[in-house]
């Protein structure tokens, strides 16, 4: 897989309204950190606009963080309780802290059976799939599920070897027509049969937080011209190249996942030259 043909340069008349829309959703009482991080992380990867749904506490935190990120706030204090919104986005992000609060399940229920838009969903949102497994007949076709192993097994059942899982999270990708970003050392990106393993990242990424901010570059990517597919692996490969590139001035230990977002640039810039079949297995 050649990530070099994936991506696609920022045109010369781009604005602000041809780069695309991301809408994340997420956020609760002391996990406003994760979808400041997932927010920002869209941004920087070049999503035009962005917009972050937070419950009201967060407000003067994610406004002050991010200045460039819009806000849309619920109406409940400290946690998501009705998803309802008038922007028109064209890729939602959902799940990065929003924790599992019965109104907050009721909400992601009743927001999955009208939403249309191409999306991505982490973290608290998987665990409540994972609760309420029909939901997962509400997805757009190619959604994007970006577990870890214990979202992967909350989803598919506990397995017994690497190689049950991998058949387990086809079979599921499968049955449901859903991309999954199986996280870990190595992440692999499981499409249907199609099984791509990322060549980039280290441990430095063992760190709070760079799951949500793999979401956000995700969603930014989806938010632009990217199939499903390509923005699962371009943003994957990305994440995983801020960490090798960061290495040398951070080391593994004091990394941690703001870093991603810092050293998203040097790994766009890594695309624009002339290097040939780099990215996936
Ligand atoms: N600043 C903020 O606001 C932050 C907010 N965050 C938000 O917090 C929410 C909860 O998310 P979460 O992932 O911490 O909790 P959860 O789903 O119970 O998973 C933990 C369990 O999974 C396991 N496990 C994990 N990785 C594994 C691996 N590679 N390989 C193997 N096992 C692995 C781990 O296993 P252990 O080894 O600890 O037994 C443990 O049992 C979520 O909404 C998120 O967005 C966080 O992003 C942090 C920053
Ligand atoms: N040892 C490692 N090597 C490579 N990547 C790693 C390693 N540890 C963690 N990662 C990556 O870091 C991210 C962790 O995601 P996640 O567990 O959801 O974090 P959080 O929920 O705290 O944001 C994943 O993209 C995973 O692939
Ligand atoms: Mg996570």
């Not at 387990?168 to 049969?193: M, N, R």
């Amino acid at each position: 897989m050649n990530i070099q043909k994936i991506y696609k340069p920022v045109a010369a008349q781009a604005h602000k309204g041809t780069q695309g829309h991301a809408l994340l959703i997420g956020g609760s009482y002391g996990k406003i950190g994760a979808i400041t991080l997932s927010s920002k992380a869209a941004l920087h990867a070049g999503a035009g606009l962005v917009t972050a749904f937070i419950p009201k506490c967060g407000y003067p935190i994610l406004q002050t963080a991010n200045p460039e990120v819009m806000v849309i706030t619920d109406k409940v204090q400290e946690h998501i309780s009705c998803i309802e919104f008038t922007i028109i986005p064209n890729a939602i992000g959902i799940g990065p802290g929003i924790g599992q609060e019965q109104e907050t399940q009721d909400a992601l229920h009743q927001f999955l059976q009208t939403n249309k838009t191409p999306l991505v969903i982490d973290a608290d949102a998987l665990n409540i799939l994972s609760q309420n497994k029909k939901w997962l007949e509400l997805l757009p076709p190619q959604t994007i599920l970006t577990p870890h192993p214990k979202e992967l097994e909350r989803l598919i059942g506990k397995t017994q070897s690497d190689e049950e899982t991998i058949q387990k999270t086809i079979t599921f990708s499968k049955e449901h027509q859903l991309i999954v970003v199986k996280k870990g050392a190595p992440t692999q990106i499981i499409d249907g049969d199609n099984v791509y393993e990322n060549t980039t990242g280290n441990q430095a990424l063992a760190t709070a937080g760079s799951g949500d901010v793999l979401t956000g570059i995700i969603t930014g990517l989806l938010a632009q011209t990217y199939t499903p597919l390509e923005a699962a692996q371009l943003g994957a490969y990305l994440h995983g190249l801020t960490a090798d590139l960061a290495l040398p001035h951070t080391g593994h230990e004091s990394f941690v996942a703001s870093n991603i977002i810092h050293f998203l640039g040097k790994a766009f810039l890594t695309l624009q030259g002339n290097r040939n079949e780099i990215g996936f297995k």
